[in-house]
């Protein structure tokens, strides 16, 4: 359960109370603002806070001193322009300030975006929830054969049984011992900096993350790739939806040059320039490993 | 003149359009929105945009659901705590994005603030407006005689009329010649990237510079500070009237532990120690060069 | 054991090749590259690389072409200077590269430091190895009943010994789950990337961690610190000893003005002109709360 | 004349005097160290520090304790692969300190690139030389009528002659007075702060710039573009020959994917799967903006 009947109050009682102000407003992302879009089985994102939208992109592009845009049109172009030729800062003109709840090995991956400003939940002062990520059975995958960081099918049978059987009894163990340690009930207590460390990496923790939209692009152009680990991928994919409601023509540029785009070689733009003229190439003849041509072979089929 | 009237009527048509937002809202902020605070004889400084509040601070600390906070006292107890202890990431969750005016020479030194984003007006697209930035009589400093950085007594009579003289004159000069080399009637006109080259470091230019709040307070505790350059200072000083109607318990917070506050090394708070005691000190059984020594003395008398 | 046989030969190795170079070497530091200093039961931290010495830190302030000093002496004169007035600039001119063996809830804590340049082991390629940071019975201490962050004293019989006892079986059954999980034996073997979720925050990792000496200096500073936990400030102090060895003088001002001093607010600077006029100060009259009025007795006291 | 006799004298002193060291070791970077490599009229950059070879970047990605590599082969096909896969973190586990002095207007392009370390010589503290920048008659480029951005031609007979004599004449005046200002004799004498405030922006600056080898790709692939003003990228070309003796593989990697490589949207490469098969695409068709077909063009003629 991300969200307990209490929290679920205070997020009502700031959706309850709109405000008058004169800065730029998203709409879009007004729909979105401090709700819980649920992720993994007790994770969640939402959104707290942003600055911006698209026409305050055009504008800082601009340097102008009103909206800086004469139609949504023109800025849709604009943008295009912009993230065509990797001029970032306009969209560095952009933040988003997050609520994340999520596991620790995923906070580890995600945390080395270090463009991005970082509350976590302190477990030296404070006491962690007795909430851990146990995978979903269709999500059990094998290590893969091809590829030293990839899965492969999903296990099945007694080894997948076995395997929730150890995630969730090894992580209620340690919980246990862990409340169990920290009790100030007839001793000392330990010190919750101290114990924590019996913890292991699927409890969740939690944290405010801030971060520009030039970054945060960086961040989903990464995270929501089919390469990266699938339990960060589905938090990327979560705010991929808020993006696009927030700011729809930077989105749509991010997907069409970043997300489905693809950065060519120098020796793969001479083999498109060959096969275009109808010669022939094969990994022999064009100079790349066959890694390289399985992945430059990915990119044509599309 | 800082504003045309073209850019004051922009600046009303905004200010004319309140929007209802969810967003954390501080009424002292919105009253500056968009209205320039006008900085020398030529620059300004406005803000185009805010994210967050106080409250917002300890929400972040508290990595909480609601607002985060029972009352507004709590909440500068918090942030006077978070102040003391360096806690800078809760002030990171606050950002700032102005436009701001100013001689190329004070952008120069501001653009050494890294850690913020900026996007400039382009010389190499666009044609520079005919604006420099000429001392007032009373800011005519000669160079100080016991400081290599900082400046001495006001420069006087025919001394300060020449170097008035002057700086009007090479910049006026300066421009028509810019104006004539990118001209394109009847000769093919120079590149602008090229032309903008013959323009003095007093040339004004301007930028959107976006920035947290940490690093924001960083900026001001070196730049609002005597010994930063009198027209960077007045840039700072302008800001912080805007942060204080902001976030005014963090400001007060930066203005106890920051601003009025001092960095006291090992061997002087041995000294203290010592005069507490009744002891006598001086530069010679201090330990201290005679610069430290002269600097110690000036935080003693405050 | 924190360096294997086959390990210690490879670092011997490259200890035995010295090779000529034209650039500036701090022999203090040459004697420390490579070798492991052992931190915690499985930890440590070597110096894989370094660029420049106290004189690279004033040649920069200089931009000078030569070496940029005239004496030892004088460098150590400019670099207080340098370090009184926050100048960080030349300090950053320095780089130094570590290799650091260390609990994940420590490298938590460190990462958090996001100025620097880190490449982990990654637990999703490889396999983690079977090594637990399990506390000696004098840093098993309570949680502090004054400081919500902090420790008190050191647990003791039966208390003590179920700690360890819930550490070390929880941990060795967690790695015993995990080799068992990710085994290809009679069966598919569970994604590394999910296996690792099993283990607890006692097993080390490693990682390369590149910084330059100003954020080196604020880590250490922060790090170092009374108030750090001990399991993290074990290592600055290590990396302190090899630091006063590669930039004497920059170190000795930073112990000077960073490590021993402090940062004392307006109040504190108001309290301390009235004492030193013999004027009676308390908390009551201070303004200062009960927490930050202890602090400042704590000062004074030294 | 880029570097005085005794500027010369003390390059000289350096690279004669070769020690001992147990760091990695470039021999083609050792080859240009402290050499000032000359660009423009008065410019140059020359090679202070570096730290690492392609062999460390190796050892970072692999987190090892020895040279972290068996052959010169492997070490650039997993170069290739790191940098084919945006795994950026093993590159910055190299730096390199530059000294370079370079006119003002290239200095501001320059410091947008914000993750570097740079110190600057004071125009606050010290007088700058008599040395501006002077186009060579053929670098004299007209505005292109096609690119607002860019260069067209090159200005020819009276209308490049006005243009230097401008340059030149407007230059030594500005200076002249600029001398006059802050002279001493039989006056005050202007601050220095305030005095630079009459030079042009073709005027020579010096700095130290230290940055790691990630960023510094990212610098050189924006700034040795065709696209990038004449003035810098000659800078980015000096740079490139040093970088290329220093990492040789890291160099090649950079130079297919990323200064001979092109970063294709999903409509492109949509468009280049259709001419494979043998179906016409004409801008119409394609869905992109006659500025962008444009540049596919360009792409796919190589």
Redo the contacts between chains.
Sequence with gaps: MP?TP??QA??D???A?????????SEGM?AH??KAREVLDHGFVRV?????DDA?IC???R?????GTKSVQNDA?LI??LM?H?HS??F??C?I?L?VKL???VA?QW??H??A??????A??SILDREF?I?RAED?????VVN??????T?TGE?AE??LR??KD??G??YD?YE???S?EG????????A???????IYT???W?V?LHNLFHFLR?RADSHA?YEIRVYADAICEMVKDWVPAAFGAF???R????????????C??K??KGEEVTQETSGM?K??WR?FEG????
Tied chains: 1, 2, 3, 4.
Excluded: C
């Design positions: 969200i209490d929290q205070e997020i009682a700031l959706r109370q709109p405000r008058q102000t004169l800065r730029a407003v007004e603002l401090y707290i806070d942003y600055m911006g305050a504008q800082a592009a340097v102008s001193y009103g909206k172009g295009r322009y065509r990797w800062t306009p560095e003109m933040e300030k609520h596991p620790v090995f580890r945390i080395r270090r463009t400003n970082v509350n976590e939940y302190s030296r002062y990520y995978p059990l995958a094998a290590q893969s030293n960081q990839g899965r492969g099918e296990l080894e076995r395997v150890y995630l090894d992580a163990r340690a011992h169990e340690m920290i100030d001793q000392q207590g330990l010190a919750r900096e101290l924590r460390m019996n913890l292991p990496a699927n939690q944290w405010y801030k520009d990464l680990q997907e069409d040059y997300m489905g785009g693809a950065n060519l070689s120098a020796r793969q733009l001479d498109i320039r096969m275009l490993s890694g390289e992945e990119v044509l089929k599309g």
